[in-house]
């Protein structure tokens, strides 16, 4: 296999959507803990909302360029199979979490008595859930510990990348940078 194949990096819109959320799930993990921890954070509750809700679409599209691209090629060098299961259960939960934590912060936050919540471009997503305070709170509760569990496997995920890119040598961040 030529040097070329070996360093083949990913598609330019998986690039993107890719840094794209790195940045927008920084985001809402950061304002997730301060509203969590009872800071005012102002407008920023609307836009951890729409940023979250943001994710979600991007997962999907994420998903659907993954089935219809061709990935680099090889995988990496020297993976061991436990490392490669290891890797697509935390990319598994990884967009399992960020498809089903914004639905469950929608539902939660139109269950404690928000009717619409604000969007971007004054768009506002639709009422799921008729008001239940007792009921938005509970699911308040999962959506905390769920974006706790999300903001482990994004730990988790930057962990494995260092350790490919600084162990394994394999150049795996410069094929995340670059086509």
Do not use: C
């Not at 269950?111 to 008001?131: S, V």
């Not at 995920?157 to 150049?171: E, R, T």
Request: avoid cysteine; charge should be positive; aromatic fraction near 14%.
């Amino acid at each position: 296999m030529s040097e070329q194949e070996v360093t083949r990096g990913y598609s330019f819109p998986m690039r993107l959507i890719h840094w794209v959320m790195a940045i927008m799930m920084l985001y809402v993990i950061i304002v997730g803990i301060l509203m969590g921890n009872d800071f005012k954070v102002g407008k920023h509750y609307d836009y951890h909302r729409a940023t979250g809700f943001l994710l979600m679409l991007l997962v999907i599209i994420r998903v659907i360029i993954a089935k219809l691209s061709k990935p680099p090629v090889p995988k990496h060098v020297g993976e061991k199979s436990m490392q490669q299961l290891a890797a697509r259960i935390v990319h598994g939960l990884l967009y399992a979490g960020l498809f089903i934590q914004p639905f469950l912060g929608w539902y939660a936050t139109n269950a404690w008595g928000f009717k619409n919540i604000p969007f971007f471009f004054g768009m506002t997503l639709p009422r799921i859930a008729e008001k239940d305070r007792e009921w938005g709170n509970q699911l308040l509760e999962y959506h905390h510990y769920l974006g706790l569990f999300i903001a482990l496997l994004v730990v988790m995920h930057i962990g494995a990348a260092l350790m490919h890119q600084f162990v394994f040598k394999d150049n795996l961040i410069k094929r995340m940078i670059k086509t």
